[in-house]
């Protein structure tokens, strides 16, 4: 099986070091391995991605020294594909359209027979409010989110397991419901979430290899969910450890002076950026 790998930043801001370092990282994996290392473009947010970065990112990912195979895949071009597969899970019964406001959502979790707000990977999880509204058709101008409980009976799974190298990591049914619950897989002005899109991209990618921040391990249990359920073919993941700055803030909730095109105007090479992150 030949290796196939992927680097997939969305374009709403600009390159920082974690991503240069999960992008050298799958890049050198491939080129180490004669597989293949793809770009893809996360635009499906088009109320948050702009052309200009996308531009910004490809420029300093070539200053990096990093060569991409075959087309940059585009998430905004691909919405029919997200929302076909996104029908096939609302005619297997297990999606449901939620007209919640944010507001709703906070107000249920915080009511006081919920005890503490649960905070999963997509925030505060959803006390499930409009599950089991009966609606035939899917509509299109909802959030639709996944009914996990239903969802992990469809495929009758106990436990989701992820292996990388020695280590398991492992999520029962049961915390699946509580830690993650009804994530959302579509929202209303975007054909599919991360979770959907993500997960559809690699699997039409053929991608045998995902190499991501360990922020997304969590994410991880739902994108191993939905390949069972769409029956996908489910990569290897790697979570590698994040990029902090002296002060041991996480990068990613940065965008300022730790830009690549900041370290670029500054004199850096490409080389002080791979030592910078330990490469
Ligand atoms: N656009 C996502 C991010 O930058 C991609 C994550 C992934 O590789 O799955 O966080
Ligand atoms: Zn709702």
């Not at 070539?62 to 195979?69: A, E, F, K, S």
């Not at 979770?195 to 290899?209: E, G, N, P, Y």
């Not at 830009?259 to 500054?266: P, Q, T």
Request: charged fraction near 25%.
């Amino acid at each position: 099986m030949i290796f196939k790998t992927r680097f997939a930043p969305s374009p709403t801001g600009p390159l920082h070091l974690g991503h240069a370092y999960s992008a050298l990282l799958a890049h050198d994996q491939a080129r180490a391995s004669g597989g293949a290392f793809y770009l893809r473009m996360d635009d499906i947010d088009q109320s948050r991605a702009r052309p200009a970065w996308a531009e910004q990112i490809k420029d300093d990912l070539i200053w990096l020294g990093i060569t991409w195979d075959g087309e940059i895949w585009s998430q905004h071009a691909r919405s029919e594909r997200y929302r076909t597969t996104l029908q096939t899970l609302w005619d297997m019964g297990l999606l449901y359209s939620c007209t919640c406001t944010r507001a709703d959502i906070k107000a249920a979790a915080n009511a006081p027979q919920e005890g503490a707000p649960l905070i999963g990977p997509d925030g505060l999880v959803y006390s499930g409010t409009c599950r089991g509204l009966d609606i035939s058709a899917m509509p299109n101008d909802t959030p639709i989110r996944l009914d996990m409980r239903n969802a992990l009976q469809h495929i009758d799974i106990k436990c989701i397991k992820l292996h990388e190298g020695d280590v398991e990591y492992s999520k029962s049914a049961q915390n699946m419901i509580a830690e993650i619950g009804d994530v959302i897989l579509s929202r209303k002005d975007m054909a599919a979430s991360y979770h959907l899109s993500i997960v559809v991209d690699d699997a039409d990618q053929q991608i045998t290899q995902v190499i991501r921040g360990e922020d997304l391990r969590d994410a991880t249990f739902i994108h191993v969910l939905l390949q069972r359920l769409l029956e996908l073919n489910t990569p290897s993941y790697t979570h590698h450890r994040l990029i902090r700055d002296q002060n041991g803030v996480r990068l990613a909730k940065r965008d300022d002076a730790r830009a690549i095109s900041k370290f670029r105007k500054d004199g850096f090479t490409p080389d002080d950026i791979r030592k910078m992150v330990g490469l």
